[in-house]
């Protein structure tokens, strides 16, 4: 079933990215132009063009760190960093704010990888399932 509709759909799309991703491996890979991969498990892609990983007690790494030295002995390579950190780790909870379409992707040691709305009007996020175009979240939910 395909899922591009209207933001009626936010809560059911929620609720069904919580079964097709929990107890699923992420990926995070670096696209063209800015744009990033997130593989989720063997049959999902997440494409956007910013993210955060949260540890336990601060930011672990964000897309906007990749190739940005800040002081440190060499630029940081955020792909490299992400994917070292969830290495091993597994999805335990999907949460969607249908009002921004915010999604947060709970790992089971307390992480989680979170790709926020940062337009009104733009859609920051799309859903692939096989490379077949699932849907579009941004403001307001499920587009």
Request: proline share 1%; net charge negative.
């Amino acid at each position: 079933m395909k899922l591009f509709a209207t933001q009626s759909k936010t809560d059911t799309f929620a609720d069904e990215l919580e079964d097709w991703f929990v107890s699923s491996s992420v990926r995070l890979r670096r696209g063209a132009e800015g744009q990033w991969r997130i593989d989720v498990g063997a049959d999902w892609t997440i494409r956007t063009n910013q993210w955060r990983l949260i540890g336990a007690k601060s930011i672990v790494v964000t897309s906007e760190d990749d190739g940005h030295q800040l002081g440190l002995p060499a630029p940081i390579d955020a792909e490299a960093k992400a994917n070292e950190t969830a290495d091993g780790l597994r999805i335990s909870a999907v949460s969607l704010d249908a009002r921004t379409g915010d999604l947060t992707i709970s790992f089971d040691n307390g992480f989680s990888l979170q790709v926020h709305t940062w337009s009104s009007a733009f859609e920051t996020w799309q859903l692939y399932r096989n490379g077949e175009f699932y849907g579009a979240v941004g403001n307001e939910g499920l587009r």
